[in-house]
């Protein structure tokens, strides 16, 4: 199969990466806006540089988006309107109108739209859902979900990134979805500047916690940051009647405990979400080819995106007007 790829910055390296690396793939195509970095990376997987009109005029069979966040909307469409399945990095569109015109265009054009959500594919957090779909952890009570990173991203990024809720705990959002088959009713958030000033500056927070009510009554807490010194955290522990799992509870969770003679987790703290997803960035990949084979359904539908955007959306509003939001509010 012939792929193009469209964005060669943090992440599209590693989709670049990974995309050179799978036997599905006969051809590379790899572009970006900057294209002394296209030729770094194309030399270094073994691409070739290519033009977006070229990929959009039959040079490839399937598209991968991982541009800044700015240019998805558009590069979507283009790729639906060439009657290609697309994969695209989350977000699809800064907004709800922007994301729903993604979708429209690309139900209008009947092409296919997966998007970068990769916990889904992540092994603790599809055995955590596993476990709740069975019914192994009895009747739910209580999630809580943290993603932290250990330093802010560049500055120019978080001034496009649209807020640590729409950017960053978009993933727990999404995934609290994905495990536990419930909707978001009610989000209640809050942030605060505890770093230098780069979030204020931007209107965002480098802090923040969010209380979530699921429309079967399941609490869940959602809290995270930008200056987490322990390393990348991403765990989300689910509580039941019946027993507790937690996803990301691993050798590397860069927790410490302060009991005395305990050593666990042992080992070296993650230090970036590309260390803690590796695998499952790996595996969202490899299903989206096998998808664009036909071998299997889209595994992560665009529709998705939104769904997580509303909840985004009205933590966002919630953080900004000091009260409880119902996600239909936003809808
Ligand atoms: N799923 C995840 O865990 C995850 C992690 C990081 C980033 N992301 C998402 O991936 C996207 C990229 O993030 P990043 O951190 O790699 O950003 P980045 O700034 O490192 O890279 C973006 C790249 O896109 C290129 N680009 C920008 N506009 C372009 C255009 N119109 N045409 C071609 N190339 C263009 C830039 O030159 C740059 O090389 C963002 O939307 C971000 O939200 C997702």
Known sequence: MRVGLVGVGRIGVLHAETLADNPQVTQLHVADADLARAREVADKVGATVTGLDELFSGAVDALVVATATGAHAELVQRGAEAGLPVFCEKPLAADVAGTRGVLDRVAAAGTSLQVGFQRRFD????????????????????????????????????????????????????????????????????????????????????????????????????????????????????????????????????????????????????ASFFERFRRAYVAELGEFLDHVLGRIPNPCPAEEALEALYVAEAAERSRAEGRPVRVSEVH
């Not at 500056?201 to 809290?223: I, K």
């Not at 509580?239 to 302060?258: C, I, K, N, Y």
């Open 123 to 270: 092994a603790g957090y599809r055995a955590a859902r596993e476990a709740v779909r069975s019914g192994r952890l009895g009747w739910l009570h209580t999630l809580r979900a943290t993603t932290a990173d250990p330093a802010p991203p560049p500055e120019a990024y978080i001034r496009t990134s649209g807020g640590i809720f729409r950017d960053c705990h978009i993933h727990d959002f999404d995934v609290i979805r994905f495990v536990t088959g419930r909707e978001v009713e009610t989000v209640y958030a809050a942030g605060a500047n505890r770093g230098d000033g780069l979030f204020a500056r931007a209107g965002d927070v480098d802090t923040s916690a969010v209380l979530l009510t699921l429309d079967d009554g399941t609490l869940g807490v959602v809290s995270g940051g930008r200056y987490n010194g322990g390393g990348y955290d991403a765990r989300l522990e689910v509580a039941g009647s019946e027993g507790t799992l937690v996803a990301g509870l691993d050798e590397r969770a860069p927790l410490r405990s302060a009991e005395q003679g305990v050593r666990w987790p042992p080992g070296q703290p993650y």
